[in-house]
């Protein structure tokens, strides 16, 4: 088997080689965790089955943006419409793949900083954020109201970008298994940690944005790269013992842990605690 072939099998199977790719590596994750943090079984099954059944809303509400994405993508290569058609050598693999894929994650950036600072997106983004515990379950804890809103952003960068499809397959692979990595419960060593750090997001940053009270909620937006977060000033660290997981406007388990309670968050109103009021996140 060839590279080509290998490529051509990767992308006319990219759902199914992509679900197991991802399966493997959370259940992995998920058994290590619960294996070398000594996690109870009991709880940590619990906690996890909340933000699972959040698998059974995204799958559905995925299929047509897939499918709207597919047809764009190939709309946009046919007639060469987008950015990366003004650039010389532009089927160049290194141009078309390369800087695609470091477009698409600073526009993956512009996209969650906007979740986080326009209120009625925010509303449904916090969902991600009240979970009082961070695992590799966390990564799935979506609410399907932000899955639709992230795939009309996704269209709307595809349409700007130019992006093809095996580029949109070689992006969703590399940025589902570092999302996958950035919510384990394992954190590096400080030393690893400051060197990956200066490039890539790693689960110690990203603990950073679970912290549960502004400015940490708004800090360490980037998906793969940290480099947009060091460009645009909304870089930190913060040690583990510091960290507390959660938002300060949710903390009650008896909804934030709740299915149900996860899914009405959006519609109800955002209590004014701390440093949390809707004012602040519109600001
Ligand atoms: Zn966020
Ligand atoms: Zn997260």
């Known amino acids: 088997m060839d590279w080509h072939s290998i490529k051509t099998f990767f992308i006319e199977h990219a759902s199914s080689t992509q679900v197991l790719l991802f399966t493997t590596i959370i259940t992995f994750l998920w058994l290590a965790e619960k294996i070398f943090l000594a996690e109870q079984a009991g709880r940590k099954w619990r906690h996890s089955s909340v933000n699972a059944l959040f698998i059974l809303t995204a799958l559905p509400m995925q299929v047509a943006p897939t499918l709207l994405l597919m047809s764009l993508s190939s709309w946009v290569v046919t007639h060469h419409w987008g950015l990366i058609f003004l650039l010389p050598n532009a089927s160049n693999p290194w141009i078309k793949y390369g800087l695609m894929f470091v477009a ?45 809103l992230r795939n009309f ?5 595809v349409f700007m970008c130019g992006a093809s499809f095996p580029v949109l ?20 060593p400080a030393g690893p940690a400051r060197i990956l750090g200066w490039i890539f997001i790693t ?44 938002l300060d406007t949710h903390m009650d388990e008896s909804i934030n842990a709740k299915y149900l309670g996860i899914v009405a968050m959006p519609f109800r109103k955002i209590p004014a605690v701390h440093t949390h009021s809707e004012s602040a996140q519109s600001n």
Do not use: C
């Not at 952003?153 to 960068?157: E, R």
């Not at 397959?169 to 590096?188: D, E, K, P, W, Y």
């Not at 360490?220 to 040690?239: A, K």
């Open 104 to 148: 698409l994650d600073f526009l993956d950036y512009v996209y969650h900083v906007t979740m986080h600072q326009v209120s009625g997106f925010w509303r449904f983004h916090l969902v991600h954020h009240t979970d009082r515990k961070l695992d590799v379950s966390t990564t799935v804890r979506e609410h399907p109201g932000e899955t639709i």
């Open 203 to 246: 689960p110690n940053l990203h603990h950073v944005h679970h912290h549960f009270q502004l400015p940490y909620t708004n800090r360490n937006y980037g998906d793969v790269f940290s480099i947009w977060d060091r460009l645009f000033g909304t870089f930190t660290e913060l040690p583990a013992e510091k960290t507390v997981f959660g």
């Open 169 to 188: 397959v070689l992006r969703q692979t590399v940025q589902t298994v570092s999302n996958i990595l950035a919510h384990t419960s394992f954190r590096l």
């Open 153 to 157: 952003f996704l269209l709307a960068w």
